[in-house]
């Protein structure tokens, strides 16, 4: 047993004893439930008002990170380990690259521009097998296949890419969500210990893959998440974003500085999160300054 002491932002934090990764879901051998779920899978996403390029007065694209660990947000994160009766979104968003219902694009960029298969999201989720040498019982060097598991709980944060617009003809500010991105933390080692003592690493973002959101909305609104108040009433993943039932902040706004983000230009901390409220309200005062009241 090893505890491990991860540097992250300056703090070191204790995240406590390793565990082995989660199996596979299994289909259940019985209905488990009194009843048969079948509303949420006939389900269809919410048709988009139709925009005409006339209408639009006004555009803005934004970036925007969704923490996974904030509470608001625990309905994309949970469960992380396999289940039944609902899947995290990035389960399911897996799960559909797997079975060819939406298209992965690599993260290289976020424009879209390259596609990958189902065997590179898994190697970028740190998921693909490995072969190790193993000593036999008849003390022979041997090589052995070990299984790739995905960590799903390391899958800590989401990254969004959208378009807010101005529609004269509803005279109304709209957003349409154009990808999401999961981010991966892995902890890398520095420095490592002995048998029962500490060791030190650092935690690291990684992007794993990209998906068209308009592509995948149809994935979602037949995916329901977990409803805190009542299990028999539950919504979508589209739902949810479509009613921005998520917490989330501003990282990046496109600018003529090759689309930088706003850490780039701030010295971190407190002006970095300045920095995301400004963009914000500029987008509220937007839409509130072309009212006469």
């Not at 041997?142 to 299984?147: E, Q």
């Not at 790739?148 to 890419?161: A, C, F, N, T």
Request: one cysteine or more; glycine letters at 4%; a negative charge.
């Amino acid at each position: 047993m090893k505890r491990i002491v991860v540097l992250f932002g300056g703090f070191f934090l204790i995240l406590g004893t390793l565990h082995a990764p989660a199996q596979d879901r299994k289909e259940s051998l019985v209905n488990d439930g009194f009843y048969t779920r079948e509303t949420i899978q006939q389900r269809k996403p919410i048709p988009y008002q139709y925009v005409r390029e006339s209408d639009v007065l006004w555009s803005k694209r934004i970036w925007r990170m969704v923490d996974l660990r904030q509470k608001m947000n625990y309905p994309l994160y949970f469960p992380t380990t396999p289940m039944q009766d609902r899947e995290s979104l990035v389960q399911r968003l897996v799960r559909a690259i797997k079975y060819n219902e939406i298209t992965a694009y690599d993260p290289v960029d976020d424009e879209f521009t390259t596609r990958m298969s189902y065997e590179q999201v898994i190697k970028n989720l740190g998921a693909e097998d490995r072969v190790e040498k193993q000593i036999d019982e008849n003390g022979n060097e041997v090589d052995v296949t070990i299984k790739g598991e995905i960590k799903w709980s390391s899958i800590k944060e989401l990254l969004i890419k959208e378009d807010w617009f101005f529609d004269k003809q509803t005279s109304t500010l709209q957003v349409r969500i154009v990808g999401i991105c999961p981010i991966m933390h892995d902890m890398r080692i520095l420095q490592t210990g002995e048998e029962d003592q500490e060791e030190t690493g650092e935690i690291t973002k990684k992007q794993t893959f990209w998906v068209y959101f308009p592509e995948a909305r149809t994935i979602l609104a037949n995916t329901d998440f977990f409803n805190s108040f009542n299990d028999a009433q539950r919504i979508s993943f589209d739902d949810l974003f479509f009613k921005r039932q998520f917490d989330s902040y501003i990282i990046r706004e496109s600018n003529v500085f090759d689309n930088r983000l706003i850490s780039d230009y701030t010295f971190g901390g407190v002006q970095t999160m300045q920095e995301s409220e400004k963009i914000k309200t500029d987008l509220f005062n937007m839409e509130h300054d072309l009212w006469e009241y």
